[in-house]
């Protein structure tokens, strides 16, 4: 039998390190690879919301957003290209609202498009996803802004809502992040210059 003073620090020791037989605890280095695992996760999450910042700055110049919606543009498509490429909207315009939205999904980005008296498009509007959120829109940050495109042209406080609007001129098209009161962006929305 082991002294009482040794037993103590064997024990003490087997769960500072796992247990004698190696299993049952987590050692520092289980531990210390799982915070480098997280450390990992959020570099990731940053350079892709980096990529997808500049991605939508370059696409604006042009007057679109990229992927889902790249076929819509601002002051070109009309409602009924968008219905005959994405069927009926999830909530159509009301009088509460003058955008028709629809959801993000599975994945997807949920957009909102608002129209002229022609009906065809004067704003779009991307919320990013609901999956993921920090890898997408929800991971920009304002110094993220300055850092991949710099300085906002006009910077709005909105005092309804406590968001913050960074818009940059983007040739013919406004490019306008609302940033929340968490710091991070909530949505994008781009419009023709009227």
């Known amino acids: 039998m082991l002294p009482k003073k040794r037993a103590n620090l064997l024990m003490t020791a087997s769960l500072l390190t796992g247990s004698v037989l190696g299993t049952g605890m987590i050692s520092f280095n289980d531990t210390a690879h799982a915070a480098s695992a997280t450390a990992s996760d959020q570099s990731t999450a940053k350079k892709d919301a980096a990529d997808k910042l500049t991605t ?31 069927g009926p909207p999830s909530t159509p315009i009301s009088k509460n609202s003058d955008f028709e939205i629809y959801h993000a999904e599975m994945g997807n980005p949920g957009y909102a498009f608002s129209y002229d008296k022609d009906n065809v498009i004067k704003e779009i509007r991307n919320f990013g996803t609901n999956v993921e959120r920090d890898h997408s829109i929800g991971g920009i940050t304002v110094k993220m802004l300055g850092d991949e495109i710099g300085s906002a042209d006009h910077i709005r406080h909105l005092p309804n809502t406590g968001e913050t609007s960074y818009i940059y001129e983007t040739g013919d098209f406004e490019l306008e992040f609302i940033i929340g009161k968490d710091g991070k962006a909530d949505h994008v929305n781009l419009v023709q210059h009227q």
């Open 56 to 86: 939508i700055y370059y696409s604006a110049y042009e007057g679109h957003f990229p992927n889902n919606a790249f076929d819509f543009y601002t002051g070109k498509t009309t409602k009924a290209d968008v219905h005959e490429k994405w």
